[in-house]
């Protein structure tokens, strides 16, 4: 019964592959973001969808592009794969109301490009 | 969001109480403070939001002054398992770009 589950929990892989990591939500929440921490933990906003619709952009590289089939799951595909990729990769969700009532994140990807 | 400072780390023993102070200068009137706390090898997880004077739930305590511009997280009597990151965000309830600082990562010993 995960509240937001992400799955691989680990992925390791060579530069200029394609892998995609999945999530899922099982709160009713309208709103799903992807999040990416680096090795100094700060943990950076990198998109948010609200009912299947983008709504933020982060600045990220076009190499990621996530995908929301519908508001309860939240993919994120990457492309040509690069060494400062790696990091721990977030899903969260929240009510439509955003921040003021707080976010469930999921336990992390943990991706490692070599 | 306001850009909000707190320690880098703070060591602290079983059974003590640990207070964690963020500074948030610049908070609007309509923002809120929230705390996540986060395990090794864990997501964030929501403990606690407030926006002024005082909250308490089974977790922590909340305290704002007044001002707004700093607020502080106690923990009570803290074990082992206390041990972790604890973020300190400013934003209004609205906002869907919430991003976390570097956090204080506390640590309790025996």
């Known amino acids: 019964d995960t509240a937001v589950s992400q799955t691989p929990k680990y992925l390791v892989t060579q530069m200029g592959n394609d892998k995609s990591i999945k999530c899922e939500q099982n709160l009713g929440h309208d709103t799903m973001y992807w999040y990416k921490q680096d090795s100094k933990k700060f943990l950076k906003i990198m998109f948010s969808?609200?009912?299947?619709?983008?709504?933020i952009n982060e600045t990220v590289p076009n190499r990621f592009s996530p995908k929301s089939p519908d508001k309860a799951h939240l993919n994120l595909h990457i492309n040509s794969l690069e060494l400062g990729d790696s990091a721990v990769y977030f899903c969260?969700?929240?009510?439509?109301?955003?921040?003021?009532?707080?976010?469930?994140f999921g336990s992390g990807t943990r991706l490692t490009v070599v | 969001l306001a850009k909000t400072t707190q320690p880098i780390s703070m060591d602290s023993y079983e059974g003590q109480e640990v207070n964690i102070t963020c500074s948030h200068n610049?908070?609007?009137?309509?923002?809120?403070i929230t705390w996540y706390q986060q395990f090794p090898s864990q997501g964030p997880r929501f403990i606690i939001q407030?926006?002024?004077t005082k909250v308490t739930n089974e977790v922590a305590s909340l305290f704002i002054p007044a001002d707004r511009k700093s607020s502080t997280l106690s923990l009570p009597r803290v074990s082992l398992s206390d041990t972790a990151v604890y973020y300190c965000?400013?934003?209004?309830?609205?906002?869907?770009?919430?991003?976390f600082g570097a956090g204080t990562t506390v640590t309790v010993r025996a």
């Open positions: 969808y609200n009912n299947k619709e983008l709504i």
């Open positions: 407030g926006y002024k």
């Open positions: 610049n908070i609007a009137t309509n923002d809120y």
């Open positions: 969260a969700s929240s009510r439509a109301e955003g921040y003021g009532y707080g976010y469930t």
């Open positions: 965000l400013v934003g209004r309830s609205n906002d869907y770009k919430l991003s």
